[in-house]
């Protein structure tokens, strides 16, 4: 009889925080920024004020309503009756790609992706048309980033920017509405180069939707963002949605992104704390002086856009270079945008030996978009 031999518990202890970690990363390191720099500011009274507590309800309140769509399979039923009717595969591939632009300003970029990457998947898969999964994924990508900045619910730092220094929602708009018009045009081209061959997909999905929970759903939607918008007070949907997603749907409540919610909190920690060092706070400060949109667009390559925005709104009051600067700023690096790493990682389980052609790819794309955005956004 062949002896088992058991994996001692310290070495399924270090899996598992290995595999919290690769599947938490950002969440981890924002943890670990503000545990460093509690240590240098000790904690007191202030840090009260560090959190931004509307942001956090709205964006749990948007998250928990989006996952009940989700879970009756909402934007799967319309994206692929979309998709059906293209016919070839540049249009399928363009379908895919506005589906996820206009799907990230209403539905934020992370969720927008989780839910119109594995569509792309299958489309493409199912066709024999898997050569161009890179490319589509990579667009698919930009959009998610870049369409979600002309709403601010469409990115989790355009939420915080819009409720921190209570811009105008037209104001808001008018100041998005350049870099998201030259990211329409540059994603269009770009697909425009596609070949158009015959594409047939088969609508056989076999899933109805309930119009009665459907059209409650919707409402809970409209309901979460008339909250962004400042028309109810952001503590009522606190109590509303909740309720209402009890009884109709516990599981979205299960499935909200609570990983997002406290990384948040950890960056505001940070960014507090960073905010009251003096010799951080003059740099900054000079920095931003001299190239606001620059200085936040760069950031972001290193730190990532939700925590460059948080960071850096404590040094300047210039809002509307740094929240041109922190959406464009989510082209670029693999760690420009959250929603970069969900693609890579979404493309890798599919295409385990061809990441490194992806990360090639990814990159000219990437930044040949930030380089564009950057020139045309500093002229105009």
């Given at each position: 009889?062949?002896?088992?031999?058991?994996?001692?518990?310290?070495?399924?202890?270090?899996?598992?925080?290995?595999?919290f970690?690769?599947?938490?990363?950002?969440?981890?390191?924002?943890?670990?920024?503000a545990?460093?720099?509690s240590?240098i500011?000790?904690?007191?009274?202030?840090?009260a004020?560090?959190?931004?507590?509307?942001?956090?309800?709205?964006?749990?309140?948007t998250?928990?309503?989006?996952?009940?769509l989700?879970?009756?399979?909402?934007?799967?039923?319309?994206?692929r009756k979309?998709?059906?009717?293209?016919?070839?595969?540049?249009?399928a591939?363009?379908?895919?790609?506005?589906?996820?632009f206009?799907?990230?300003?209403?539905?934020?970029?992370?969720?927008?992706?989780?839910?119109?990457?594995?569509?792309?998947?299958?489309?493409?898969?199912?066709?024999?048309?898997?050569?161009?999964m890179?490319?589509?994924?990579?667009?698919?990508?930009?959009?998610?980033?870049?369409?979600?900045?002309?709403?601010?619910?469409?990115?989790?730092?355009?939420?915080?920017?819009?409720?921190?220094?209570?811009?105008?929602t037209?104001?808001?708009?008018?100041?998005m509405?350049?870099?998201?018009?030259?990211?329409?045009?540059?994603?269009?081209?770009?697909?425009?180069?596609?070949?158009?061959?015959?594409?047939?997909?088969?609508?056989?999905?076999?899933?109805?939707?309930?119009?009665?929970?459907?059209?409650?759903?919707?409402?809970?939607?409209?309901?979460?963002?008339?909250i962004?918008?400042?028309?109810?007070?952001?503590?009522?949907?606190?109590?509303?949605?909740?309720?209402?997603?009890?009884?109709?749907?516990?599981k979205?409540?299960?499935?909200?992104?609570?990983g997002?919610?406290?990384?948040f909190?950890?960056?505001?920690?940070?960014?507090?704390?960073?905010?009251?060092?003096?010799?951080?706070?003059?740099?900054?400060?000079?920095?931003?002086?001299?190239?606001?949109?620059?200085?936040?667009?760069?950031?972001?390559?290193?730190?990532?856009?939700?925590?460059?925005?948080?960071?850096l709104?404590?040094f300047?009051?210039?809002?509307?270079?740094?929240?041109?600067?922190?959406?464009?700023?989510?082209?670029?690096?693999?760690?420009?945008?959250?929603?970069?790493?969900?693609?890579?990682g979404?493309?890798?389980?599919?295409?385990?030996?061809?990441?490194?052609?992806?990360?090639?790819?990814?990159?000219a794309?990437?930044?040949g978009?930030?380089a564009?955005?950057?020139?045309?956004?500093?002229?105009f």
């Open positions: 009889m062949q002896r088992v031999i058991e994996t001692p518990g310290y070495v399924r202890v270090l899996g598992d925080i290995k595999k970690v690769s599947e938490n990363t950002v969440l981890v390191v924002a943890a670990l920024l545990i460093i720099t240590c500011v000790t904690p007191d009274a202030k840090y004020d560090y959190i931004e507590y509307k942001t956090l309800t709205c964006l749990f309140c998250l928990a309503v989006i996952c009940a989700k879970n009756i399979k909402f934007f799967t039923v319309i994206a979309i998709v059906t009717f293209t016919g070839n595969t540049r249009m591939i363009l379908a895919l790609v506005y589906i996820t206009i799907g990230s300003m209403l539905i934020a970029n992370d969720m927008a992706l989780i839910t119109f990457l594995p569509l792309g998947y299958f489309v493409l898969s199912s066709t024999g048309k898997q050569k161009y890179a490319f589509t994924f990579i667009m698919q990508n930009i959009s998610a980033n870049l369409g979600g900045m002309l709403t601010p619910f469409g990115n989790p730092q355009n939420l915080y920017l819009y409720s921190k220094f209570n811009i105008p037209g104001e808001f708009m008018g100041i509405l350049l870099p998201f018009a030259v990211a329409v045009f540059l994603i269009t081209v770009c697909v425009m180069f596609v070949k158009r061959e015959p594409l047939v997909i088969e609508d056989n999905l076999g899933i109805r939707l309930e119009p009665k929970r459907t059209a409650f759903y919707i409402a809970l939607f409209i309901f979460s963002i008339v962004v918008f400042n028309v109810i007070p952001y503590w009522i949907g606190l109590i509303v949605i909740p309720i209402a997603l009890f009884f109709a749907d516990k979205a409540l299960k499935d909200v992104d609570y997002l919610l406290l990384t909190v950890c960056f505001f920690i940070f960014a507090g704390n960073m905010a009251r060092l003096d010799v951080v706070n003059n740099v900054l400060s000079w920095l931003l002086d001299k190239n606001t949109l620059v200085v936040s667009a760069l950031s972001c390559q290193f730190i990532s856009n939700v925590p460059s925005a948080i960071l709104s404590q300047t009051s210039n809002y509307a270079d740094l929240l041109v600067g922190v959406n464009i700023g989510g082209a670029g690096t693999l760690i420009a945008s959250l929603a970069s790493l969900i693609t890579f979404e493309y890798s389980r599919y295409n385990k030996h061809q990441t490194k052609k992806y990360v090639v790819l990814f990159s794309f990437n930044f978009f930030l564009v955005l950057l020139i045309v956004c500093s002229i």
